[in-house]
């Protein structure tokens, strides 16, 4: 076991690579409660994988279905078990992955033993899987009458073209009810294999003991070999102007969906979204003179939302606004061509994210989030992400956002509709 240090956080931890090829990060701190995250490098997006003889196709909605079968036990249920020591659990499944996590100060070492011999064993029989299918379609319809799933759905068939973030995480009707027992432990046996999954634990542990009755309840885990699908996004967008008509929208609304490549540049990907990220709050945050403006003149009502998706190579970056006025779209065409962030906003907002890491030491889950959403991204904790943060400069900010292209986007137009039309 290596120990290592974060100085931007002043923030030692502990890392090992089991023979089995799993990775455990283990991050001490002077809190009482404990939290322990057990990945797995399996979610919605993987649509098939390769086992060295063949493809095997992923049904949709797989991942998200086998996290909910994962909590089925032969004796008590999972979330019964960690209650009665007052501790809290649960789980998801993102895009790239799903994680199981506990979080409590009591019977640390007995939670982690069952935490990881629990997503180990699984337990599914055809009485359990077709309770689900139940469960997961009423999930399914709550959803698809929502006006959040439309407004996603519609963000990213129009953005995207091949990339598998296009698919649904909870599946369709058919798909759900086509899932079966032998589905969900074939992807247990390829996905929640050590060498595909890590664990993360924070709080106040011996790390030393731990790392002991991890090496123990390991030891005799498997390990296979198989590789997913990279797909090649295109730079264009998948639609340029979409329409879009529903009982489910109250009000007008536009957005501009500009899709940016951000791959092939001397600098970081991580490096490129943060300066993004500041880019596009200095120029349509609440307080940005851009957005007073349309205000004052009616252009919009309310605020400009701003929200992100990030693909492999590509950020997706997402406009909205409640308007049908035409001048909106032109508006922000003509604004986001022109970089106008002067080096007193830029050292700001520097000062912001340092002290939110300089902080971070006094939450452990906020520690424990970090090195998740690192290890996820780089498959594995990369520093120079952390340590990057300091080396922010300006002219780097202004000559990133200059390289970057603002003229591949979509216009969805949103309206009101009847029901059933």
């Known amino acids: 076991m290596k120990k290592k240090r974060i100085e931007l956080l002043g923030l030692d931890y502990y890392y090992e690579k089991l023979e089995n090829g799993m990775d455990i990060y283990l991050i001490p701190t002077y809190h009482k409660k404990k939290i322990a995250t057990l990945v797995s490098k399996f979610g919605y997006r993987h649509d098939c994988f390769f086992d060295y003889k063949k493809w095997h196709p992923i049904k949709e909605g797989a ?12 004796g008590e249920g999972k979330y019964d078990f960690f209650a009665k020591s007052g501790t809290v659990s649960n789980a998801g499944t993102s895009p790239n992955d799903t994680r199981y996590y506990f979080s409590g100060s009591n019977n640390f070492e007995e939670n982690l033993q069952y935490l990881i011999n629990s997503t180990f064993s699984p337990h599914f029989t055809d009485k359990t899987v077709e309770k689900e299918k139940g469960i997961i379609l009423e999930e399914i319809a709550r959803y698809e009458s929502s006006l959040s799933r439309l407004k996603t759905k519609t963000i990213i068939e129009s953005a995207l073209v091949k990339s598998d973030l296009r698919n649904f995480g909870l599946g369709t009707k058919e798909s759900v009810l086509s899932i079966t027992k032998e589905d969900l432990y074939f992807m247990h046996e390829t996905f929640y294999q050590p060498s595909n999954m890590f664990l993360v634990v924070t709080g106040g542990f011996d790390p030393k003991e731990t790392i002991k009755l991890i090496r123990k309840i390991q030891s005799s885990k498997r390990k ?23 009982h489910l929208i109250k009000s007008p609304r536009m957005e501009m969906i500009y899709k940016i490549n951000i791959s092939k540049k001397n600098i970081s990907k991580s490096l490129i979204r943060k300066y993004l990220s500041l880019f596009i709050k200095h120029k349509f945050g609440r307080g ?17 939302s701003t929200d992100r998706i990030v693909d492999e190579n590509h950020v997706i970056v997402i406009l909205s606004a409640k308007t049908n006025n035409p001048k909106f779209i032109e508006k922000i065409k003509s604004h986001i061509s022109l970089f106008d962030a002067d080096e007193d906003y830029f050292l700001r907002q520097k000062k912001i994210i340092l002290s939110s890491y300089l902080y971070m030491p006094d939450s ?37 956002i200059e390289l970057l292209k603002f003229n591949n986007y979509s216009i969805i137009k949103y309206e009101k509709g009847i029901e059933n039309e």
């Open 63 to 74: 991942a998200h279905f086998l996290e909910h079968q994962m909590k089925e036990t032969e």
């Open 224 to 246: 296979k070999s198989f590789k997913t699908k990279k797909i090649k996004e295109p730079n264009r967008v998948n639609e340029k102007d979409v329409a879009v008509k529903s």
């Open 288 to 304: 940005s003179d851009f957005v007073n403006e349309l205000r004052k003149a009616g252009i919009i009502t309310g605020f400009i």
């Open 364 to 400: 452990f889950s906020k520690i424990n989030n970090m090195f998740v959403g690192v290890i996820k991204e780089y498959d594995f904790f990369n520093h120079d992400v952390i340590n990057e943060n300091k080396k922010l400069n300006y002219e780097e900010f202004r000559k990133t």
